[in-house]
């Protein structure tokens, strides 16, 4: 009897040193309470307390937090937005007690002075700003929250507007003008460069026409010099300006008629267009015609001559 008496309060006395030792996590600090008053923190590690007298009040988590809070509000241009703030806090080591007594759910804390922070700030600015100021909103939330919850052993490590959405209708509205502001900029590149290659193509054609024109003067100066260098020629064997004249038509319509009948594809005929024509042409065939007699007169006489004087210098 004695024996089965000794066994269960040995069972009690092992249970009792077992419940006076705890184990802490790193990163966490224990609260321990007696007979429901504060006593001490405990950090991480294994730690001691009084059996049926000290208890465990709660742990508090000393890790870096991320808490994200979603807040609808509206812009000045009454555009309805919700942006996501995402808040990273972590409780101060040296303010435990504070973390733990003073406040009873952090997150709605903090909840709530963001939905007060960004709901002040926004309604002062337009759609657009929201986007290009959103790291002040999120300054702006820093601040106060570090304000506010420094009190409560809670430090504020960063505010992060990491999203916004503005209204369904908003957002089509804006792909839209985004769209359309798009395709203006393409279409006034676009008429940039038609504008580039019209110019372009009017330069070419400009210093074309310059060339061609150039190119004309410069065939019909040598035309008349050589029509004034045959003139010339003429007029040294005795033949007038008039039958000279007479005779290069001729023979560039001559010329002419023969170039044309080289081409085997040719379906071009020349006729005399009018009356006088005829006559006309067959009064400078003759007038040519005389003018080459004169021309072969004329060269016969000086190769004559030519001949004569070589025999009297043999």
Partial sequence: MEYILIGPALLFSLLILVSAFFMVKQQTAAVVERFGRFVAIRSSGLRFKIPLVDRIAGRINLKIQQLDVIVETKTKDDVFVRLKISVQFQVIKDKVYEAFYKLENPHDQITSYVFDVVRAEVPKMKLDYVFERKDDIAIAVKRELNEAMLDYGYDIIKTLVTDIDPDVQVKAAMNRINAAEREKVA???????????????????????????????????????????????????????????????????????????????????????????????????????????????????????????KNKSE
């Fill in 187 to 309: 279409a006034e590149y676009e008429a940039e460069a038609e504008r580039i290659k019209i110019v372009a193509k009017a330069r070419a054609e400009a210093e074309s026409k310059r060339l061609q024109g150039q190119g004309i003067a410069d065939q019909r100066r040598e035309i008349a010099r050589g029509l004034e260098e045959s003139v010339d020629v003429l007029n040294n064997v005795g033949i007038n300006s008039q039958e000279a004249s007479a005779l290069i038509v001729v023979t560039q319509h001559y010329d002419t008629l023969q170039s044309i009948g080289e081409e085997t594809n040719t379906n071009l005929i020349l006729l005399p267009n009018s009356p006088q024509a005829g006559s006309d042409m067959l009064n400078n065939m003759i007038a040519s015609f005389t003018a080459s007699n004169q021309i072969g007169e004329e060269m016969k006489k000086q190769n004559a001559a030519r001949g004569l004087g």
